[in-house]
């Protein structure tokens, strides 16, 4: 008997390596011989490209430094393979696969949520797929105008001005991701579930905050803990959340307090609507419980309303306050282009009255600005790539025959620093974004919004709230470098690892 359970052990774990280390380790093998310098190959078992990430942080305190480093010693790379689970992951960081996956090649593929507490956001726009994404898409995009949010916004920037003013008296260091997250926070927080939402508390927090919190948490989990990677693995999506340890119990508490409290917004939704179905709001919550009453989607539930408005949330909030936060942090850190920026920005907006009274021809009028944000992006997108899409039907994309049950993704700081379409990458020129000259190389080498049908939808939304952010700051505050060296991490987000990079100033 003892025997046999040895034997059968012993089985167990051959098969085991075999389908983790031997039958990836083959398959990558395989795409070397045949593609050689175009393609970049790093085994690492399980968790695959974080772990090289990881290491990457680690050894140069940047996890996108060794693909940098790599694509200046062969600009010609367009792919790194690694292994994942039990499979390869095919990572482009070429312009014209990137096209290939997200553009010609879309519809075979899906996206893949490898992550913990998926059921909070499986009906999301992010994750939906087909004609459900498409309903989605239309609803959502009737919420986007720029006065409701600009209201929210002005109204926010002006109250943590005052906060702000407080702290930076003596020239502090100043945390300024969490400063425009909390801003970013409480905008978005009003713009998709309602203005009276944000006033919501959890332990002393707000709930913007609660939110954000555990978002980082859940995906930093997710996408490092080989437990929770194996136990998906062998137990499938459904199945792994059966079993869960202590930390992840907590995670879900704690998603679940967000879902009861957004399920009563909705809920108070219906009931005013149903009283009054003439009012007419933009907000993301108001549009959507309007076509869940004149059943305009037949299929839309409560469930998916509160899905559909945190999952909005979640993919505005981190990335455009750090987007911001790294504006600023450059503000800083190459003055001579700030100075310019500031020039421009006070010659556009010479009076308190201008300020207050921004037009959207007024932000046309930011040539070297639109420039200098453009180069802030090119160095620090924060948004480092896609997610995960397995195929399910084969193409080619170039020489490369992409099989069904790949995993593929595609990232973009590699590509936006490739000297063959970006001359002097390392270098901070902002002179490669006037007048058109980006589009003299690759269009599809610059795409911090993603491409294809799948791209942010919140696009011009944020590129209003940067621009809107960094007039603001420009005229109330004066910012210089920390003498902290930078050094980056990459969680939901590519942002410092230390906020404290620069030191602001009240402009008196």
């Known amino acids: ?222 996408y490092t803990s080989i437990f929770f990677q194996l136990k998906r693995i062998f137990l499938g999506d459904e199945l792994a959340m059966k079993f869960l340890t202590a930390k992840e119990k907590k995670l879900l508490s704690r998603s679940d307090r967000i879902n009861q409290i957004a399920m009563e917004q909705i809920e108070k939704k219906i009931k005013y609507y149903e009283g009054q179905p003439s009012v007419q709001s933009d907000y993301l919550i108001d549009v959507l419980v309007r076509n869940y009453l004149t059943k305009q989607d037949p299929n839309l539930t409560k469930e998916q309303i509160c899905q559909q408005c945190i999952t909005m949330f979640i993919a505005a909030l981190d990335n455009t306050g750090c987007i911001i936060a790294w504006i600023i942090f450059c503000l800083a850190n190459y003055k001579e282009e700030g100075d310019k920026v500031r020039q421009e920005i006070n010659s556009v907006f010479p009076t308190q009255e201008t300020l207050d009274n921004i037009q959207f021809d007024d932000l046309k009028n930011l040539n070297y600005t639109s420039a200098f944000i453009d180069e802030c992006f090119r160095h620090y997108t924060s948004s480092m790539g896609v997610f995960l899409r397995r195929v399910v039907e084969p193409f080619k ?27 002097n990458p390392d270098k901070f020129d902002v002179n490669r974004f006037l007048n058109g000259k980006e589009k003299q190389g690759n269009s599809y080498a610059f795409t911090p919004f993603s491409i294809g049908p799948r791209n942010c939808i919140g696009k011009q939304m944020s590129l209003v709230e940067v621009k809107v952010s960094l007039i603001y700051f420009v005229k109330k505050f004066n910012c210089i470098r920390n003498s902290v060296p930078l050094k980056t991490t990459a969680s939901i987000v590519y942002k410092p690892v230390d906020q404290n990079l620069i030191k602001i100033s009240f402009c008196l």
């Open 397 to 423: 994309s170039g020489n490369f025959e992409i099989q069904k049950g790949d995993i593929i993704q595609s990232l973009w700081h590699p590509t936006q620093f490739n000297p063959d379409w970006f001359e």
């Open 1 to 222: 008997m003892l025997t046999e359970l040895f034997y059968t052990v012993i089985l167990l774990i051959g098969v085991l390596f075999y389908l983790t280390f031997l039958r990836p380790l083959y398959k990558l093998l395989m795409l070397k011989i045949k593609h050689g310098k175009e393609i970049l190959i790093k085994f690492e078992p399980i968790i695959g490209i974080h772990a090289y990430l990881k290491k990457s942080e680690k050894i140069h305190g940047d996890p996108m430094k060794l693909l940098k480093l790599e694509m200046a010693k062969n600009p010609k790379l367009k792919a790194v393979a690694c292994s994942l689970g039990f499979g390869v992951l095919i990572t482009s960081v070429d312009p014209d696969m990137n096209k290939s996956f997200l553009i010609d090649n879309y519809q075979k593929s899906v996206k893949l949520a490898p992550i913990f507490n998926y059921k909070i956001l499986k009906n999301g726009i992010i994750f939906s797929e087909g004609e459900q994404w498409k309903k989605q898409r239309k609803m959502i995009s009737d919420s986007f105008h720029f006065d409701s949010k600009y209201y929210f916004f002005s109204q926010k920037f002006n109250l943590l001005t005052l906060i702000m003013f407080k702290k930076v008296q003596n020239r502090v260091s100043v945390d300024s991701q969490l400063f425009f997250t909390k801003i970013k926070g409480e905008i978005g927080i009003r713009v998709f579930f309602g203005p009276d939402f944000g006033d919501h508390q959890i332990d002393g927090k707000n709930i913007s905050e609660e939110l954000k919190e555990i978002v980082d948490q859940t995906i930093v989990y997710s």
